[in-house]
């Protein structure tokens, strides 16, 4: 590179654009033009490469791997919201057209309410009196309990890890 | 496909496209998303459908793997894990957009994880490489750069990093435009040509540099 010659990363997105004052330069400047023209057969070199051919049984074995998982879940919410929309339809439909009995399930709502209320007060004061007589041991169970249901977890969900590094939106 | 075009009185014929109009417009989508109607079924857990999109773009995967990993084992493995990444999380695939680019954002992000855990490259890789490269197919039938050309290309080629090495083969091998290469390496696409000219500028230096010592 010689004194007043540019950068060649500027040079060549001069190229590109295909006018600019470094263009001229380069066209007077022996060392830039050789430069430009070693970019151009290089280009021409490299896009006259080509990808290798992939091992011959190379879809068989993916297949074979994939013959070996679970079919792929498909969720379809809108299907599944539908479904759920019937069914609560359907239910609305029978308690109104059986008459009275919209009443007789408000009762039993309510009822189911109250016993929910006594039965979590009542929890929580078996778990208080729990902790003040035998701390360690809980705590000890707890952690227990709070790693199989992680370990469940993931085995359910699988590895998504894919996705956020795949940087395409699903 | 068969389409079945009910006319409605109360509409004039003209408004009504007709079923060849239908079926032009249908073979227009399927042209543009050729991936589209086998990713549906391989959803429903047809599995030749989804042997039929892996036939379709196994080259460019195993190839961009290949370019990244240097070693045909391990290319070939990483792309095997891609597809079946790929086929485990379908239902997450945005049908829309290019089967093959999501795909290559799998395997490339695979081979950099891969890259990562490797501590650093056996020299029997490079000769593996280098023995596989030009024997692909097309460069054979093409012709086009001799063999010993296209050694030392490949050869400056490996030498690189593994940033300008997806670049330039993505580009220049693979004939990707800007805009999908930024996609597949989750860049802005005003980036990519400015990454290009770097790469490019680095593998005439290389190549200068070893025409000076050969």
């Known amino acids: 590179m010689t004194q007043g010659c540019p950068d060649i990363e500027v040079l060549l997105a001069e190229v590109v654009e295909g006018s600019g004052p470094l263009l001229e330069h380069a066209r007077a400047c022996e060392h830039c033009s050789a430069i430009l023209e070693e970019h151009r057969q290089l280009e021409k070199d490299l896009f006259r490469l080509a990808d290798p051919l992939p091992p011959p049984d190379f879809t068989q074995l993916v297949m074979a791997r994939v013959a070996a998982q679970r079919a792929p879940m498909h969720l379809n919410v809108s299907l599944g919201l539908a479904i759920a929309a019937t069914a609560f339809g359907l239910g609305i439909f029978t308690l109104a057209s059986a008459g009275g009995g919209v009443s007789t399930v408000g009762a039993l709502a309510g009822s189911a309410l109250i016993t929910a209320k006594s039965f979590w007060v009542g929890t929580q004061k078996a778990v208080s009196l729990l902790w003040a007589a035998e701390a360690l041991p809980m705590a000890v169970s707890l952690f227990i309990i709070l790693l199989i249901c992680l370990f469940a977890l993931k085995r359910l969900v699988g590895d998504s890890r894919v996705f956020s590094e795949a940087r395409i939106s699903g | ?214």
């Open chain 2, 1 to 214: 496909m068969r389409i079945n075009c009910v006319t409605n009185a109360a509409f004039p014929a003209s408004l009504i496209p007709s079923s060849l109009a239908i079926q032009s417009m249908l073979a227009d989508e399927a042209k543009a998303q050729p991936w589209k109607a086998d990713v549906i079924a391989a959803r429903r857990g047809n599995q030749s459908a989804f042997a039929s999109l892996v036939r379709s773009i196994q080259r460019p995967i195993f190839g961009l793997c290949l370019r990244l990993l240097r070693s045909e084992s391990e290319a070939s493995e990483v792309a095997q894990e891609a597809f079946l990444r790929a086929y485990q999380h379908l239902n997450r695939y945005d049908e829309n957009k290019p089967f093959d680019l999501w795909v290559m954002a799998i395997a490339r992000n695979l081979c950099l994880d891969l890259l990562r855990r490797r501590a650093r490259m056996k020299s029997e890789d490079v000769d593996e490489m280098r023995d596989t490269l030009p024997s692909s197919e097309k460069s054979q039938e093409e012709g086009a750069i001799d063999r010993e050309e296209r050694l030392s290309l490949e050869s400056a080629f490996s030498t690189l990093p593994t940033e300008d090495r997806e670049v330039l083969a993505l580009y220049y091998v693979q004939k990707r435009t800007t805009k999908e290469i930024a996609e597949v390496i989750g860049v802005a696409p005003g980036t990519i040509m400015a990454r290009l000219f770097r790469a490019r500028e680095k593998l005439r230096k290389q190549m200068t540099a070893s025409k000076e010592v050969s």
